[in-house]
């Protein structure tokens, strides 16, 4: 059981590049997230989704877009890299947004943007 | 202000020692407290959830919740150096915001 799949692992990138964050589940989840990891910060979220279709903005959703046509891929978008967007990147799913529910994390994408 | 504080360690034990991890939070309105454990280069793993305050025990992990003082504790005992990790406090309000609220995490090295 494969649970929450994210590429690329590594990625660098130069300033203004774009590029996809790519997030898969295959537990039929209905929530995913996606959070950022500075050292030192926890994690912030981004944007989240509660199903195919719907999505909307977390903490810090500047410089980024999301989007969820099916139930298992939730891919993140990065238009004009900034330096500032250097972090580690994870994606996560549940079966519901409560508090009882445990979030299940990819492994994370390190992006470094140069 | 952060709304979880944590103390980001490294935390450096010997083998068999009992660890008290510790976070505190500004928001009374927080009801479902988390313990995740991080390995290197790996997502967080959920360890531990309790609601509201009071204790709750897993094995040689014991999780802690004083609402009064917005103060929450891990304890494990007899660790061992698989425990090696940064473990991440988090918190959820049940209603309003969907989000977890992490802390920044304690990094705990377990010498053998």
């Known amino acids: 059981n494969a649970g929450v799949t994210q590429t690329p692992k590594f990625r660098i990138l130069k300033i203004g590049q774009s590029m996809t964050l790519q997030c898969t589940q295959d537990?039929?989840?209905?929530?995913m997230y996606w959070y950022r990891q500075d050292p030192g910060m926890g994690l912030k979220l981004i944007y989240y989704?509660?199903?195919?279709?719907?999505?909307d903005k977390g903490e810090v959703p500047n410089g980024y877009n999301v989007s969820r046509s099916t139930t298992e891929d939730f891919p993140l978008r990065l238009e004009l890299a900034a330096p500032s967007q250097t972090s580690v990147y994870f994606c996560?799913?549940?079966?519901?947004?409560?508090?009882?529910?445990?979030?299940?994390f990819g492994d994370g994408t390190r992006l470094s943007i140069l | 202000q952060k709304e979880v504080e944590q103390d980001p360690g490294p935390l450096s034990v010997p083998e068999g020692a009992i660890v008290s991890l510790n976070c505190t939070y500004s928001?009374?309105?927080?009801?479902?407290f988390m313990w995740y454990r991080q390995y290197s280069r790996k997502g967080p793993e959920l360890l531990m959830y309790?609601?509201?305050?009071g204790n709750k025990e897993d094995g040689r992990f014991t999780a802690q919740v004083d609402k009064s003082s917005k103060y929450i504790s891990l304890f494990i005992r007899d660790s061992q150096p698989s425990d090696s990790a940064t473990y991440l406090c988090?918190?959820?309000?049940?209603?309003?915001?969907?989000?977890?609220?992490f802390g920044s995490g304690t990094r705990l090295q377990v010498q053998p």
């Open positions: 996560a799913s549940s079966t519901t947004d409560g508090g009882n529910q445990p979030q299940h």
């Open positions: 537990m039929n989840h209905n929530y």
């Open positions: 989704s509660v199903g195919a279709g719907i999505t």
């Open positions: 928001n009374s309105a927080f009801q479902y």
């Open positions: 309790t609601y509201s305050s």
């Open positions: 988090a918190m959820h309000m049940d209603t309003g915001r969907r989000a977890l609220t």
